[in-house]
């Protein structure tokens, strides 16, 4: 194999719409095999991010500690996130602590809401709440000059808003959570990975909390919500045929909701969003798939 070849069938596997094992294998091979012959850190990354992704967290591990091993920033980003949440298992505050001041310190706005989010746990430091609101407050103006997708702007207007309905201001902290869905929404239709998946249902848990769930105006992550309860729904895929569309049900199943979509059952939620399909594309990364989406009932 050659440098050339190996960098064809990463090209090829990350434009696939599905892939089979051989696939993945030969994509692992080429990225083992970058990362011997040019050393670059962004390669290490890259395979480490697909194993985080694959939630194969003992190999992102690995990948993230050898790009570390070059001083690369990113590296110290996702292992903060990896010893936070103990994704292999076990959570290790201290680590977690030193990477993302290491990277708060540079001005890196996803490590500053993390140190924030220690503050507020009383995580490796002292429990200070108030040290956490001075944070997000002054990380706020900082993410909004921001015009790229990739920008914490959801994660850091998301916790201004729960600042601000502590506070008693419903009507920023709505109109906060409405930036963050819409930025986040955008960000999805690029990266469906389950954690800003993850952020888009607890943004839209909160909304809801706030104001009335409006059923004359459903977008496709409104669907979080809808799919908590029992639920009829049409979502039109044709702008120039009312006849045409796809049926979505919940229906209550102990605690949960259950889900059919167009025909294939889903446990709740969050698989319905993971692993739901429509004329090949993935629906969750499909803004605009639909054009209208309707409640029966």
Not at 183 to 212: C, Q, S
């Amino acid at each position: 194999m050659t440098v050339k070849e190996a960098r064809e069938i990463v090209r090829n596997f990350n434009e696939a719409f599905s892939y089979s094992e051989e696939d993945e294998f030969m994509f692992i091979e080429a990225m083992n095999f970058l990362i011997e012959e040019e050393k670059r850190p962004q390669d290490m990354m890259y395979l480490g991010g697909y194993y985080y992704e694959q939630k194969a967290f003992d190999l992102a591990l690995k990948y993230y500690e050898m790009a570390a091993t070059y001083d690369y920033d990113a590296a110290y980003e996702c292992l903060g996130y990896i010893w936070y949440y103990g994704r292999t298992g076990e959570r290790d505050f201290k680590k977690a602590f030193e990477y993302f001041s290491k990277m708060m310190d540079k001005g890196h706005l996803v490590a500053t809401y993390k140190v924030a989010d220690m503050y507020k746990n009383g995580y490796y430091v002292e429990k200070n709440y108030d040290k956490y609101v001075e944070i997000i407050e002054d990380l706020y103006p900082l993410v909004m000059e921001c015009n790229n997708v990739f920008a914490p702007i959801p994660e850091v207007c998301t916790r201004l808003a729960r600042i601000r309905t502590e506070q008693g201001r419903t009507d920023e902290a709505i109109e906060l959570y409405q930036t963050a869905k819409d930025v986040l929404g955008i960000r999805i239709t690029h990266n469906a990975f389950f954690g800003n998946l993850n952020i888009m249902k607890w943004l839209i848990d909160d909304l809801y909390e706030l104001k009335p769930f409006n059923y004359d105006n459903v977008d496709l992550y409104d669907l979080y919500y809808l799919l908590k309860s029992p639920h009829e729904i049409r979502m039109y895929d044709d702008p120039e045929d009312e006849t045409s569309f796809v049926e979505l049900k919940s229906v209550q199943e102990g605690e949960n909701c259950e889900v059919c979509f167009d025909g294939k059952w889903f446990h709740d939620r969050d698989d319905f969003f993971a692993n739901a399909e429509y004329n090949d594309f993935m629906v969750k990364s499909s803004y605009d798939l639909f054009w209208k989406i309707e409640v029966m009932q």
